[in-house]
């Protein structure tokens, strides 16, 4: 580690009020400060409970690593899967822990830990998404768990399909991918279409075997990958209409995961040459060049677009077992930095 590269950095103190100055360690973010600094999720192996947390600091290039076992004096848990902010509070889920943890987005304290079980089975959670106060968080156990924001506990329980995995808040709804993904080779092939003022599952559509990830359009419609059977059923990627929640278009490209993009969508792919192209969704148009050069990118793993800067990220799990790095690119696709991470970085949120 170059330590003149880095900056002092502060121990968050117990009661969060003060920082001693000491390497490595992090302190909150100052007024002013806010997206200057990320966290990153670090995946880690799956059973290993080594799923971790990485500070960065924009402005210095500083990063600090296993976070979250710094301020909590734990481990984070087993896979990490989704992290997001909302309101005051960052949420990150993790899947085989099946807890949610949440920290306070400004001194970054653990406020809670969200225990993710039904009479002793673990729910597996997967992803979240906000509406209107609430928490809607994907289980693999055929549910969508609805978490009060305020008080931090589960208060609804929606049944859907089969092993929920991604969702989407699009308006007063929430579009659910259920992917079957524990019953190969009976996947499912079904988005559920959840009020979210009703707290019920209202529709299914039914979009093509094992569907993941999902995207809203600034047209107002939803996309959604469907990641076929990984063998003789390629991946594709269909558009659901949300005035009449049915499924009018399949594209004929194959594709691994979706992010919003300024009201088009980013598509990632790796079935071939890594790319990440933009989709027009006014004109159905997929650019023909990739905005991204993977050269020199080891494995890449995930892609994530922040409006608030127009950046694109880039998660490299370089081969899953090593040290991992975020790879940030300006909207246009030209390179600008790299930050460390642990193994596996899956996703990010600014502070």
């Given at each position: ?25 992090v302190c ?6 806010v ?81 993710m ?49 991604h ?8 579009y ?31 979009v ?70 933009l ?70 949120v600014?502070?």
């Open positions: 580690m170059n330590y003149k590269s880095l900056l002092l950095v502060s121990l968050v103190s117990l009661t969060l009020s003060s920082c001693l100055k000491k390497e490595n360690v909150p973010p100052t007024e002013g400060q997206g200057q600094r990320m966290l990153i999720l670090n995946e880690g192996l799956f059973q290993q409970n080594n799923a971790s947390l990485t500070w960065a600091n924009f402005s210095s290039g500083a990063v600090s690593q296993n976070y979250f076992q710094q301020i909590a004096g734990r481990p984070l848990g087993d896979t990490g899967n989704d992290i997001k902010k909302y309101g005051n509070k960052i949420y990150i889920v993790l899947n085989i822990s099946s807890t949610i943890e949440v920290l306070d987005a400004t001194t970054y304290a653990v406020i809670e830990q969200i225990e079980h039904n009479n002793g089975l673990a729910k597996q959670p997967r992803y979240i998404d906000f509406h209107g106060g609430k928490a809607f968080v994907t289980c693999y156990d055929g549910y969508v768990d609805v978490i009060d924001t305020l008080n931090l506990s589960v208060i609804h329980r929606i049944p859907v399909g089969s092993n929920p995995d969702l989407r808040v699009a308006g007063n709804m929430v659910v991918s259920n992917s079957g993904g524990l019953n190969f080779p009976d996947y499912d092939s079904t988005v559920s279409v959840i009020s979210a003022l009703s707290l019920t599952e209202i529709k299914k559509i039914n093509g075997i094992n569907p993941g990830s999902i995207a809203v359009g600034g047209n107002g419609n939803v996309y959604v990958v469907t990641r076929g059977n990984f063998g003789s059923i390629p991946s594709r990627m269909s558009k659901i209409e949300t005035l009449t929640d049915t499924k009018s278009e399949s594209y004929a490209f194959e594709v691994n995961s979706l992010s919003e993009k300024n009201g088009d969508v980013l598509i990632f792919e790796t079935s071939g040459a890594p790319s990440v192209k989709f027009d969704v006014n004109s159905n148009v997929l650019q023909s060049a990739s905005l991204i050069d993977f050269t020199g990118i080891a494995t890449p793993y995930e892609v994530q677009y922040e409006s608030s800067s127009d950046r694109i990220y880039v998660f490299d799990a370089n081969g899953y077992v090593n040290t991992g790095k975020v790879l940030e690119y300006s909207g246009n696709g030209g390179f600008i930095r790299d930050f460390k991470s642990g193994l596996v970085p899956k996703r990010l600014y502070l």
